[in-house]
């Protein structure tokens, strides 16, 4: 009898892992060849901490926006407040603001703020996009929008151990291409 139960439950176990919700678990994001990423691995829904020992460096790249939007960083200290970074239309691709230091560790959220009028994209228009896991339960911020990665709408790349790159979906199909940067003084959670 107890054999039984024991493979009963292994198989509830292996059944249940297979529908976890998509915010229970990161996805991998491939980059295709010839690409602006610098990172080797993408990570879909990564946390952003400060260095501690840099100021924190924002660096805009060229992406392939489909979506009109704004790059925030929230100020973690007030619930609804933020710093603006960057808008992806215009946007002087290899402009810089620099935010300053931020204490080690401390998690770096930042928001794309969907400001698009235009065909598809205008029922999006107000959105609020968030890096990070996205998780309700556990997270500051939540997407306000569900996409192909479910609330998860940034990925994270690390290019050396102070740098990392983020690129945020607006489209909500997986393309992480609509605002695209360089964070200096910051290193990625998986």
Known sequence: MFGK???????AIIVCAG???????????????GS?????????GAQIRANGADDLVVVMKKGHPRVEGKLYLMNTDKKDS????NSNKPVAYGDSVNLGRYE?????????????????????RGK???SGRNMGSVDRYTSEADGMYGKKFGA??????????????GSGMGTF??????IKGAYLIR
């Open 5 to 11: 139960t024991a493979i009963v439950t292994s198989a």
């Open 19 to 33: 529908i976890l919700p998509s915010y229970a678990q990161d996805g991998y994001f491939t980059k295709t060849q």
């Open 36 to 44: 602006i990423w610098e990172a080797e691995t993408l990570y879909i």
């Open 82 to 85: 933020a710093i603006y970074v």
């Open 104 to 124: 080690k560790n401390e998690e770096l959220v930042f928001m794309y703020v969907i400001t698009d009028t235009t065909g598809y994209y205008a029922p999006l």
């Open 128 to 130: 609020k996009l968030y």
């Open 156 to 169: 994270v790349g690390r290019i050396n151990k102070s740098t990392v790159e983020l690129g945020f979906d």
């Open 177 to 182: 291409l609509d605002a695209v940067c360089r």
